[in-house]
């Protein structure tokens, strides 16, 4: 079954501290993949994708995400966090012309 | 050139009413996706509509829920004879073409809460 996990619900992270949020997903083609953030209240803004290509993905506001296809892994990382971080992150899995697959999320909070 | 736009943002309807919601996509976007957030839950996919056409539907609660996408107008999503298990946020996205996912814009969502 097609399915996108985020593991954590909640993580809380240091101002200035660095941050790994973690996806896997599980997906009979190979997918394309995609990091969504939700500020309270708002829509989904798209942080960054990953097609093909290098594996290493950059994106707005400082965000890199690594496709680890072995692992199965596409988790988003940032050296740094700001205070205006604390958002919704969700991963999601998809193919042309399909509809994506959105993991439940994982809630950031960042402490002073 | 705007956004994705959906309105209303917040809607409260009683148990029984009908809930229409609206979305106009970005100009040139022929492209519609309408995604549900049930709280503490991601986004599940609704529906895949192109001008005039419903491609994917299979996201859709068999009954009481029906969307369109005219050929002038925005995309409308309704929900009748709603009830509490439909409170919940609406997105939709849209894309200029069929492999969507290249370019997809959500919009900032309708929160319909039934009382």
């Known amino acids: 079954a097609q399915s996108v996990t985020q593991p954590d619900i909640h993580i809380t992270v240091s101002e200035g501290a660095s941050l790994e949020l973690r996806c896997n997903y599980s997906?009979?083609?190979?997918?394309?993949l995609f990091w969504y953030v939700q500020s309270p209240g708002q829509g989904l803004q798209l942080l960054l994708k990953y097609f093909s290509g290098d594996t290493l993905v950059q994106g707005i506001k400082g965000f890199e995400a690594e496709f680890k296809r072995s692992q199965s892994s596409f988790n988003l990382r940032k050296p740094s966090v700001h205070w205006s971080d604390a958002a919704e992150y969700f991963c999601?899995?998809?193919?042309?012309?399909?509809?994506?697959?959105f993991g439940k999320g994982t809630t950031l909070s960042v402490s002073s | 050139n705007a956004g994705v736009m959906q309105n209303p943002r917040h809607l409260v309807r009683r148990r029984g009413q009908e809930a229409r919601l609206r979305c106009s996509p970005m100009k040139g976007h022929s492209h519609v996706y309408w995604y549900r957030q049930l709280p503490e839950e991601g986004l599940k996919f609704m529906v895949y509509?192109?001008?005039?056409?419903?491609?994917?539907e299979s996201g859709m609660p068999k009954e009481r829920f029906s969307a369109e996408f005219p050929k002038e107008g925005p995309s409308i999503l309704r929900i009748q004879q709603v009830v509490r298990g439909d409170s919940a946020a609406y997105f939709c996205a849209s894309s200029p073409r069929a492999d969507w996912n290249t370019e997809a814009f959500f919009g900032q969502g309708t929160r319909l809460t039934v009382v």
């Open positions: 999601a899995v998809g193919a042309p012309g399909t509809a994506l697959i």
């Open positions: 509509l192109q001008k005039e056409n419903i491609i994917d």
């Open positions: 997906y009979g083609a190979t997918p394309y």
